[in-house]
DNA sequence: CTAACAGATAGACATTTATCTATATGTCTA
DNA sequence: TAGACATATAGATAAATGTCTATCTGTTAG
């Protein structure tokens, strides 16, 4: 599978205050301040949070007057639950390349469990 | 949602060499020998990076004479999508608790990407 | 029993990272 | 235009992390 956008979405979420701040915006768009008041660091941390996590193409900002509004990426969305299902996935993608190895068993019983 | 044992997992598999040793595990079991061919660090790095993944659930170890047989958790791989799901859907466990914030919308939009 | 092999542990080191304080930039309002 | 407010940037620092070499433990085979 491809890594190269989904470590970096991993890096991005691995962190319990980010975590939080994805929860947050999974419920919509709330500006910086709005944020913050949920946490107990400082007005530089979030910003810092913020910028991690539009690098990792989790959210999208949008200056509106004196305040950004921040909003979870609908494609991070889509392609990172892509991503862990195919990570996860005991199919074709396996990294043998051609599903043929020994260990390449109880394939069924895991794909009950990822599409389900 | 409960973040105490996805963060965890989160900060294991965001790092690339963990990710493609859960990626070499999801064809099944694997020994740390047979994994050790797939990278270039030392046998003292893996040993770290597996001992990482068993510490977050991941991965569970069988020594079966001199070898090590480790497999991805089937606990993990439900429990990892399901928290992500969680975290991702715009739902009634939004964090703002009664679902009627001015953020909580666009539910229908986000609902039908997570669950297809 | 001894040597070879698989893996774990100890300790060191360089890099990354989460946080802070201080300050700068940009925007609105009176 | 001045001051208040929202956010970003700069720079410092302590802690965490990925990697290494050296060594130890445990298991198998001759």
Same mark, same amino acid.
Request: net charge neutral; proline share 3%; hydrophobic share 40%.
């Given at each position: ?22 929860? $947050?915006? !999974? ?6 301040? *709005? %944020?913050? @008041? ?7 941390? $979030? !910003? ?9 193409? %989790? ?12 909003? $979870?990426?609908?494609?991070?969305? %889509?392609?990172?639950?892509?991503? @862990?299902?195919? $990570?996860?996935?005991?199919?074709? *993608? ?5 599903? !043929? ?10 794909? *009950?469990? %990822?599409?389900?």
């Amino acid at each position: 599978m491809d890594y190269q956008s989904y470590v970096p979405m991993l890096k991005a979420m691995a962190d319990p205050n980010r975590l939080k701040i994805i929860d $947050l915006l !999974s419920c919509g768009t709330l500006c910086a301040c *709005d %944020i913050l @008041t949920h946490f107990e660091f400082s007005q530089p941390t $979030l !910003s810092h949070h913020m910028k991690v996590l539009q690098q990792a193409g %989790i959210v999208t900002a949008q200056k509106v007057g004196k305040w950004q509004h921040y909003t $979870l990426k609908p494609a991070f969305v %889509i392609a990172f639950l892509q991503d @862990t299902k195919q $990570l996860l996935a005991n199919d074709a *993608d396996c990294i043998c390349h051609d599903g !043929s190895c020994d260990n390449c068993q109880d394939q069924a019983t895991r794909k *009950d469990v %990822i599409t389900k």
